[in-house]
């Protein structure tokens, strides 16, 4: 595959994954192109640990799936990522940003602009989405072969000074490099990020893969082989467009937005 098709296809995985174990071959890979990320002064701050024990998969399964029943059954989790939800395909061809809700619980459908609402809130209670929700992300974590923890030295990783921002950065450098990678061989990979948004949840995740006082635990990931045919989840989100480059992208000051390239043209800034 053509290196710039593995960009364009990169995406996040929302629903299972094949039982298959990730070969050795391939986690060696993975970890290959991880650490051939850049870091400031080569300090390679990164760190990771692979789990394939099902005793702890479960565990962090559980935890994954209790956390997302939590944080969607108190509302927060709406209320912190509200301006990203979109509620139809013209709204998200106009925004390019965000996630495109265009799945839902049958129940829920008729209600799809109220479901983010306090209103909605209640009715998804009432009806316990949130626990049906929590259970299926119990499920897909569950029946992950693989989950990947990633984690940063804390003698590189200072919160507050201007060096924390150069190790987060390689993190982020070399977690992309394992994510082209899982699109080249086959494999898919998401977040498990819902046990972030609950106190203390966290923390068990960092108990459970005993990590020392002297690595931070910053991210964890499931990971697979990707069915042929992939099955989507109750509540489900795309997110496949882009802003166009006028909308991110300046030329010589940011005040001179970069004109001529929304159509794949190669003009510059009119009069420049």
Known sequence: MEFLDVVRRRKTTNGPFLPTPVSEAHQRLLMEVAGRAPSQLNSQPWRFVMIEDRATIEDV???SGGSMTAAMSNGTFFERYKPYFRFSAEEMATRRDGMLFDRLP???????????TRR?????NALRVPQKLGEENRRLVAG????LGVLL????????????FYSV???GAAMENVWLTTVELGMGIQFI???MEVPGRWEQIAGLLAVPDELELMALYRLGYLPEEQRRPAID???SERKLPSQYVFRETCATPQQGWDDGGSGRPAGG
Do not use: K
């Open 169 to 171: 950065f390689s993190m």
């Open 106 to 116: 049958p129940q829920l459908r008729p209600f799809t602009r109220q479901v983010f």
């Open 193 to 195: 990020s819902f046990p």
């Open 153 to 164: 030295d804390r003698s590189e990783y200072r919160p507050g000074e201007l060096s924390a």
């Open 61 to 63: 399964a559980s935890i």
């Open 120 to 124: 909605g809130q209640r009715m998804m």
């Open 144 to 147: 992950s072969p693989l989950l």
């Open 237 to 239: 989100w795309s997110s």
